[in-house]
């Protein structure tokens, strides 16, 4: 894939991505936020799940990782997780995995993004450290929507990234349902997704 700066990108393969996942996720996510890996490795075998690394070019050591979920049918992807490895944070290696991620997936008309809503949280330190993620996006291109949804009990606002295509904000519900649809048996579905 391609290289900007020092670092490259590639997809992983269902092993190393479980590695990363197990290995790193539970440092970089909530607990409550992690799915079975089970789950992301079914997906990944029924193709509508990518998992992509982002590596120094020099020791090949990972810096960042994105694993999303791949909707062909609406041809959107949602990122389910993004993260960059502590060790390397507040150095610039998010915005350069985003920089590559948008490269790479041009194939796909967009990307969705969840994002906590900062109008949800309970303390004004969590509420600050959500509007700082939604800047770090917003400077990198993501365009925040007037959509809203609420899984498995968290509070989201929708984002988007055109890649391929180009992307009206009033269909992100629409898109967002649709991978859901696919992520989740209906029952779950139905308890635990709800577009606001």
Not at 8 to 15: F, I, K, L, V
Request: aromatic share 12%; glycine share 6%.
């Amino acid at each position: 894939m391609l290289s900007i700066q020092n670092i490259y990108s590639r997809p992983m393969q269902p092993a190393e991505a479980r590695a990363v996942y197990i290995g790193r996720g539970h440092r970089d996510f909530p607990a409550n936020e992690l799915k079975p890996f089970s789950m992301i490795e079914k997906l990944m075998s029924d193709g509508c799940y990518e998992c992509c690394g982002f590596y120094e070019k020099d020791g090949d050591r990972l810096c960042a990782y994105a694993f999303m979920m791949a909707d062909k049918e609406t041809n959107m992807l949602l990122l389910d997780y993004f993260a960059v490895c502590e060790e390397v944070r507040e150095k610039g290696y998010g915005s350069v995995a985003l920089n590559l991620l948008k490269a790479d997936y041009m194939n796909w008309d967009g990307m969705i993004f969840e994002v906590e809503d900062d109008d949800t949280a309970e303390t004004e330190e969590e509420r600050l450290l959500r509007q700082r993620r939604i800047a770090f996006y917003e400077r990198n291109g993501v365009v925040m929507t007037k959509q809203r949804s609420r899984a498995f009990n968290v509070d989201f606002r929708l984002m988007t990234m055109e890649l391929g295509g180009k992307l009206r904000g009033d269909n992100v519900g629409y898109f967002l349902e649709s991978i859901y649809r696919k992520m989740l048996p209906e029952n779950i579905f139905k308890e635990q997704f709800l577009l606001r």
